[in-house]
């Protein structure tokens, strides 16, 4: 594999460069190209893929597996719904730091809770933890909307610059939305590329093969897992206050637990242990499920049997699989 | 010089005295061989010095620090590394990466996220410098979980030599490989302790091994500390020649 | 006075099922070291078969016969459990400890959703064995017989199961593959059976939970993530793996549900957690457990 250029040190491969490059072409083209019904699709995709990098840090990186995310995404969500319902705020911009803020905060607390734990207590915790906060939304109906939900009309993007009123509106903000999701979710594919690249994210994987010698190698466990979980939950949580524009409508079901299944067969389906596994899942889960959803009523149970069937007989996923078998192939040429 | 010293430690797993009243010592740029057939204590004692238990008595001291209740990480950051009996790498990265993680560890930049960890060069050169001293570097890219035994047992120890400790302790660092690899791994490391200038306590059963490449001696029987010496004084100690090997030394 | 002290009374049902579904859920994981996060769902089986069977043979047995088809629950889910194990679990233990995790996550979602399926989206209830007992004078009050039944059939069950584990031979099977399995399988015991056995063992108790709350409570979709999760409360208090704490933190985890709903419905889950999130900062073993 040939070296384009160096990257801080690391090496970039003509391949590597060009592939992101043909992905960052067409994923620029989509509005002109597909109508906005398809470009809608794919926002969502993107937005997803968001919340399954976050989630990927847990499980890919640091060898935890969180069945509660969707308690994160549920408070990037609700966070929106709080601000236009009792703030009347409007702006995109204010939705993204609140809800940055709001989400490492309960982040911090779960995290507290959760991480002192690991496999299975730390699983079923995270969980429940994300019930709880369903339970919540639920009871509290009069805060919440309960199950109507609390609808939100089309944010202004760029600190007010575009307002999506009056006629064509929601042409323009389809269109407008996805190069904004698209921008966001460069940036964030870009951290989270750092961070896993990075000695953190090094220790993280050496905590998630073998978290005693990673204390006798003087990296404190408990601390990294602690970050690790931090930054899973600002990702998943700035996912689900992108996510609210799209749909419109915030309500309890963004925290019940089959939405957390989700973010799981997402990732697990593109491969959890490569950094673009998530991104890969989520796009095309996006597309399965809406044409499922469509076909049969028992979506769930579909879901359940495919992730059963990826973990026994194709664990790497989509883009592990097949970069085990290009490997292959190079090596008999 | 005394780098280490126990004064009258213990550890006991419920009626097993595992770590009954030793005073251990190692002196600085020692090879230690630690001695004893199969449950003395030696592992054990080595546990509790490292970290991995605290004593039920007894104090540990280095360096002129009492470090009997520091946590590992501290203990690391003090001077003190270990290598593991069962092999302890970090399967799913390269021998490279085990490598450099120790070093980034001790750098204390392992906090450092936004940052590619192969942009550090100093960590690269010193990582590679390492790897060529442990005969690992033509095996740098590979996963750890595919090295052959050998190579894994060499990994394990490089990577706690990568923390730059004073004291070293090695347990059991030629165990489960042929006679060949043997030698093999304790030349490697004995011109790597010798050369680093540091302190080094090698739990080892193999008494060729041992009488080659130590300073000093140290047997373990039942817990306690039975003979401590120079090796010619414990090869015409019988005592200690009935306990492991049930007769005499020759040669 | 009266009301509290019925709501008590009312505590003890769901404290037996309770018991049941975390003793089972201890139990797996003290043998095999896994959870199975289906566990939930196989109580909520239970619960249905039970239901189902009960409704569909009442009217045409008498009365008294319709109680012999309540363990029918909890003999249907053991069998699928005997099936699943091998199937499913027993070639993901070689892997890493989330692949297990996941599949039963992943079957979680299908049997959870194969209730909605089978049975639909209406409750079940068997509630005609509940009131054919009847109901005895307490303060005033009227209080269910059933409940009191159950409430010996849990502690019934928990005797016999402290029984199976530490006075047969079976028992020291199972205590020995949970103490060391490489040890266990080095002396010729056949660690596959005893798996597979233990894992029926769960899921019987899992599903037996189930059908004997269904004629006091009915059957809706929802109930096995919810008992999961209660279940879950139960095993922190108590302890992993521990028999008497499952016990023990079956009844406080019930009395404080049964509080909370009486006085603090709306954040009922909320308080169950907050208690065990002081047990594990406390205690992070639970209070009879035993560190892993």
């Known amino acids: 594999m040939r070296t384009a250029f160096h990257f801080q040190g690391v090496p970039v491969s003509w391949r590597s460069l060009g592939i992101t490059l043909v992905v960052a072409a067409l994923l620029l083209a989509v509005p002109t190209v597909l109508n906005p019904y398809q470009t809608i699709l794919i926002s969502y995709g993107l937005v997803m893929a968001i919340a399954a990098l976050g989630f990927n840090l847990l499980l890919g990186y640091t060898g935890l597996t969180s069945f509660g995310h969707s308690a994160y995404f549920g408070v ?164 689900g206050v992108l996510w609210v524009p799209l749909n419109g409508l915030t ?47 028992y979506w769930q149970f579909l879901l359940g049997a495919v992730l059963i069937a990826l973990v026994m007989v194709l664990p790497a996923g989509i883009v592990g699989t097949a970069m085990q078998l290009l490997a292959r192939l190079r090596k008999e040429a | 010089m005394t780098i280490l010293h126990t004064v009258n430690l213990k550890k006991s797993f419920g009626d097993t005295h595992a770590v009954d009243n030793v005073n251990f010592t190692v002196g600085t740029n020692e090879v230690v061989a630690l001695v004893g057939s199969n449950g003395a204590g030696k592992t054990s004692l080595v546990n509790v010095i490292t970290g991995m238990f605290p004593p039920d008595s007894g104090t540990i001291h280095f360096q002129g620090q009492d470090v009997t209740h520091y946590t590992t990480t501290e203990r690391v950051r003090a001077g003190i590394a270990r290598s593991f009996q069962l092999v302890n790498l970090f399967d799913k990265l390269s021998a490279y990466e085990n490598v450099a993680l120790a070093v980034f560890a001790r750098d204390r930049k392992t906090h450092r996220m936004l940052s590619p960890a192969d942009g550090d060069s100093a960590v690269r050169d010193e990582t590679n410098e390492l790897l060529r001293q442990f005969a690992l570097h033509d095996k740098a890219v590979t996963l750890a979980g595919g090295l052959a035994q050998g190579e894994r047992k060499l990994l394990d120890v490089a990577v706690a030599y990568a923390l730059r400790p004073r004291v070293l302790f090695l347990d059991e660092p030629t165990s489960g490989v042929s006679t060949r690899d043997k030698a093999q791994i304790m030349d490697t490391v004995s011109a790597v302790v010798r050369g680093g200038k540091i302190s080094a306590v090698i739990i080892e059963h193999d008494m060729d091994v041992v009488f080659r490449y130590s300073d000093r001696i140290v047997m373990m029987h039942e817990g306690r500390v039975l003979a401590d010496g120079k090796p010619e004084d414990i090869r015409n100690n019988e005592q200690v020649a009935m306990i492991l090997i049930g007769g005499k030394f020759t040669h | ?216 409570q009915a059957a809706v979709l929802g109930m096995g993530v919810d008992a999961l999760v209660l279940a879950f409360v139960v095993v922190v208090i108590g302890g992993l793996g521990s028999l008497e704490g499952a016990f023990v933190g079956a009844l406080i985890v019930s009395f404080v549900r049964t509080l909370g709903i009486t006085f603090f419905p709306e954040i009922e889950l909320a308080v169950l957690y907050l208690i065990a999130a002081v047990v594990l900062l406390i205690r992070p073993t639970g209070l009879f457990g035993k560190a892993s």
């Open chain 1, 76 to 239: 990037g969500a609700y966070t929106v719904a709080f601000l236009v319902k009792y703030l009347g705020v409007t702006s995109m911009e204010l939705y993204i730091i609140v809800g940055f803020v709001v989400s490492a905060v309960i982040s911090a607390v779960f995290g507290f809770l959760c991480v002192r734990y690991t496999l299975v207590f730390f699983s079923i915790l995270t969980l429940a933890l994300s019930q709880v906060l369903w339970s919540l939304a639920f009871k509290f109906f009069w805060v919440t909307g309960g199950t109507d939900g609390i609808r939100v009309p089309r944010p202004s993007l760029l600190a007010g610059t575009f307002q999506f009123t009056g006629s064509g509106a929601f042409l323009r903000f389809v269109n407008s939305y996805y190069y904004y999701l698209l921008v966001v979710f460069a940036v964030c594919v870009g951290v989270m590329w750092l961070i896993v690249h990075s000695p953190f994210g090094k220790a993280l994987q050496a905590i998630r093969d073998n978290a005693t010698r990673a204390e006798f190698i003087a990296v404190r466990v408990w601390h990294y897992r602690y970050a690790a979980f931090l930054i899973s939950g600002v990702f998943t949580g700035l996912a």
């Open chain 1, 251 to 297: 309500t309890p079901d963004v925290f019940y637990w089959p939405f957390s299944g989700e973010i799981v067969f997402m990732t697990v389906l593109g491969g959890f242990r490569n950094f673009t596994g998530p991104i890969v899942g989520a796009m095309i889960f996006n597309y399965l499920k809406t044409y499922a959803v469509a076909t049969t009523e």
């Open chain 3, 1 to 216: 006075m009266g009301t509290l002290i019925i709501q008590v009374l009312n505590s003890l049902l769901y404290a037996s099922a309770l018991f049941l579904i975390a003793a089972g859920l201890s139990l797996i994981y003290g043998v095999m070291r896994i959870v199975n996060l289906a566990h939930g769902t196989m109580y909520a089986v239970g619960a249905y078969v039970a239901a189902w069977a009960v409704g569909a043979a009442a009217g045409r047995i008498p009365v008294l016969g319709l109680y012999a088809l309540i363990p029918l629950g909890a003999i249907v889910v053991a069998a699928l459990g005997m099936v699943l194990e091998p199937l499913l679990l027993r070639p993901l233990y070689k892997r890493t400890e989330e692949y297990v995790l996941l599949a039963t996550f992943g079957l979680l979602m299908v049997i959870d959703d194969g209730i909605r399926f089978v049975w639909g989206g209406t409750p079940l209830s068997a509630s005609v064995l509940w009131e054919h007992m009847g109901g005895i004078q307490i303060f005033g009050l009227r209080y269910p017989i059933y409940n009191l039944m159950v409430f010996l059939v849990g502690v019934l069950a928990a005797f016999l199961l402290w029984l199976l584990v530490y006075r047969t031979h079976f028992g020291l099977l199972l205590r020995a593959t949970s103490q060391n399995m490489r040890m266990a399988s080095a002396l010729g015991l056949n660690v596959k059976r005893v798996y597979v056995q233990a894992f029926g063992i769960g899921c019987f108790m899992a599903g037996l939970g189930g059908a004997i709350v269904v004629p006091s």
